[in-house]
Structures are given as structure tokens and as C-alpha cells.
């Protein structure tokens, strides 16, 4: 008698089921089955309903013992738009981002291939709903493999140049603030002696944590359109590439000190609106950034436009995702840690 495959979990668990991908390197587990209904008429209700109804989930799927402190996640939903063929939020360690380029890529892949969504030829397009706004996407597929996904991000734009703050332990920090989707301070690593190497990610972490929260004391962060996306997300140092053939790296430190394994699609998405903000990239210029375990993500500026009163770029970035497994997680209701736990 096979004892496991007579188990039969208890009626009043929850089981929810999920796939795990990453996108160069960067951790995405997407919830595919076993949430309870998600009530609302946008997808940033949607999300204000998990958070309010279900963070239990949440953390029991982002904290350990399920995940880890750098896990990352999305819901996907029914599309909220006509012409859109789904919609998504996304989570991490400390709560609920506006916007996750490395998860569109992965998201485009596992739609694809697992043919949740059938879509003829081989660029095939997509259209999301995600918290910032509409996402529309591509697929580079050959043999019905997705080999690499580019998505046209939402208006990216510079938000403060040349600013400082003196932060405990580092000292004058200078940062501008750009938004892709989210907004980050973006901070040249050689000015203030941080090392981008991996073996130095410790010190890397400390250093995001502590100047985003002295950025967020000194800078109010509004959106022109959605107070919900208000906030300062994280913190993205500047360095030289390893590989000379790419632009340059990105260590991006984000929500409750989460190091961003890959290159950071809204990360790169912002550095283009500053790039072209100061003049050192123009229409149809791309770059390639390189993340701190060496992945890339490639991003060009496409086109500009204005959104609210800031004058912005559309950028298209470019990535490659790929699947690492699939689970089936058990929430016991008398289980102490049904919550989970994390150490940051």
C-alpha cells in the first residue's frame, strides 16, 4: 500500500497551487489554483482586497518555512480590460509592488507554454493588467519554447535629480528618483565606496535599507494618478559591468531589504528615463544592465510622451525566464506558524 498517495489532506486546510520560475535568477512563485474568490473592479482593488482579506497567504508563501526573506510572487486574475488576456499583482517580503518586470517576462513564458492563454505564431503579443497600468508584451517563441519576452513598460520618468541626504553609517548620500513602474533612488556606488560584487551583498542590503528609509523622511513620493502607488520602493546602486560588452550593473534593494537578483525591469526601465532625462540616450537608443549574478535585461527607449505633469519615455525592456518547479502548499489553521516567519 502506497501509505503517502492514500494521505488525503484534511477538509478544512487550504491547499494552494503554485508554479516557480525565475527570471535571471530572480525568484517568481505564481499562485495558479486555491485562492478564495478576490472581489473588485480593478486590479488595484483586487489587490487592496488580498491585502485586507488574504496577507496570510502572502506571507505564508513569500516567509519561511514555505519561502525565504527574498522570495517574490504574483496572483494572476481575470483581465480587468477588454482587449487585456490577464491581470496580475505582485508580492514580496514586506507587502504588494506597482510593478515587476521580471515577473511580466516569466508571466508571458508560463502563460504560453502551459497554454493557459493560446495565442497563434511566434511573437506572439500580450496585453496585462497590472497595477501601474497596461502592459503590453511580446514573446520571441520557437518550437513553442518562449526564449525571451520584451514587454513596453508604462510611462517612465525622472522624479528628482541631484539630490542629498546625510544617512547614518554612510554619510552624504547623492540619488536621483525616477519611476518605471515603481520608484527608486538611484545612488552611484563607487561615490559612496560600495562594492557591487556578490560576495559584498550583505553590505549592499544594509546600505538600500538605510538610505531609502533617510530618501522616504526627506522626500514626499506622489504619483499623479494613484495615491496607492505613492511610495519609495527601493533603492538601485550604479556600477561598472563585469562583462565589458554590457552597459553597466544594477544592485537593486527593494522592499524589506529583498536583493533583486536580476537586472530589475522597472529599475531599468527608470535608469532610461534618466538617461535620456540628462541627455546621455535618445529614441531608438538600447542598453544592456548587467545584475549582480550576472544575468541581463536589455531596455531601448521607444518613444516619448507626458504623463501628469512629468514629462516621460516609454521603454521596451527585454529578459529571459525560465521554470525551477511546482508545488502544492498546505496552510494547517492550527499550524502556530500558518503566517510563517522571516529574518531581515
Known amino acids: 500500500m502506497n501509505i503517502i498517495s492514500d494521505w488525503k489532506m484534511p477538509a478544512e486546510w487550504l491547499k494552494i497551487k503554485t508554479i516557480d520560475m525565475h527570471t535571471g535568477g530572480e525568484p517568481l512563485r505564481v499562485i495558479v489554483d486555491g485562492l478564495p474568490e478576490i472581489k473588485g473592479h480593478s486590479i488595484l482593488a483586487k489587490r487592496r482586497y488580498f491585502k485586507e482579506n488574504f496577507d496570510y497567504i502572502r506571507k505564508g508563501l513569500m516567509w519561511e518555512p514555505r519561502g525565504h526573506a527574498d522570495m517574490y510572487g504574483a496572483v494572476i486574475t481575470a483581465a480587468q480590460s477588454e482587449d487585456a488576456d490577464f491581470a496580475t499583482f505582485f508580492l514580496h517580503n514586506e507587502g504588494y509592488s506597482t510593478m515587476c518586470g521580471h515577473a511580466i517576462i516569466a ?11 493560446e495565442k497563434e505564431g511566434n511573437n506572439p503579443q500580450l496585453i496585462i493588467d497590472a497595477p501601474p497600468g497596461k502592459i503590453v508584451a511580446w514573446a520571441k517563441r520557437k518550437n513553442g519554447i518562449v526564449e525571451s519576452v520584451s514587454f513596453r513598460n508604462v510611462p517612465s ?3 528628482a535629480l541631484d539630490k542629498k541626504v546625510f544617512v547614518e553609517g554612510i ?11 515603481a520608484f527608486y533612488a538611484f545612488v552611484e556606488a563607487e561615490s ?7 560576495s559584498n551583498y550583505l553590505q549592499q542590503i544594509d546600505f538600500g535599507r538605510k538610505i531609502k528609509l533617510a530618501v ?4 514626499e513620493i506622489l504619483h499623479p494618478f494613484e495615491n496607492d502607488l505613492s511610495f519609495l520602493y527601493g533603492t538601485v546602486f550604479v556600477g561598472k559591468a563585469e562583462n565589458e560588452k554590457n552597459h553597466s550593473k544594477n544592485s537593486c534593494i527593494f522592499a524589506n531589504g529583498e536583493l533583486d537578483r536580476s537586472a530589475t525591469g522597472s529599475g531599468v ?19 544592456r544592465i548587467e545584475s549582480i549574478v550576472g544575468s541581463t535585461m ?31 502548499f498546505l496552510f494547517d489553521p492550527k499550524d502556530p506558524f500558518r503566517e510563517g516567519f522571516i529574518f531581515r
Open 298 to 328: 536589455d531596455v531601448e527607449v521607444i518613444e516619448e510622451t507626458d504623463f501628469g505633469q512629468h514629462k516621460a519615455i516609454i521603454p521596451k525592456v527585454s529578459g529571459t525566464a525560465h521554470f525551477s518547479g511546482k508545488h502544492e
Open 107 to 117: 508571466l508571458c513564458k508560463l502563460v504560453l507554454e502551459t497554454g493557459m492563454i
Open 192 to 198: 559612496i565606496g560600495l562594492s557591487l560584487d556578490a
Open 157 to 159: 520618468y525622472v522624479y
Open 216 to 219: 522616504m523622511d526627506k522626500i
Open 269 to 287: 526601465s527608470a535608469r532610461a528615463a534618466l538617461y535620456f532625462a540628462k541627455g546621455e540616450l535618445k529614441i531608438g537608443d538600447s542598453i
Open 171 to 181: 554619510g552624504n548620500v547623492s540619488f536621483d528618483i525616477a519611476f518605471g513602474g
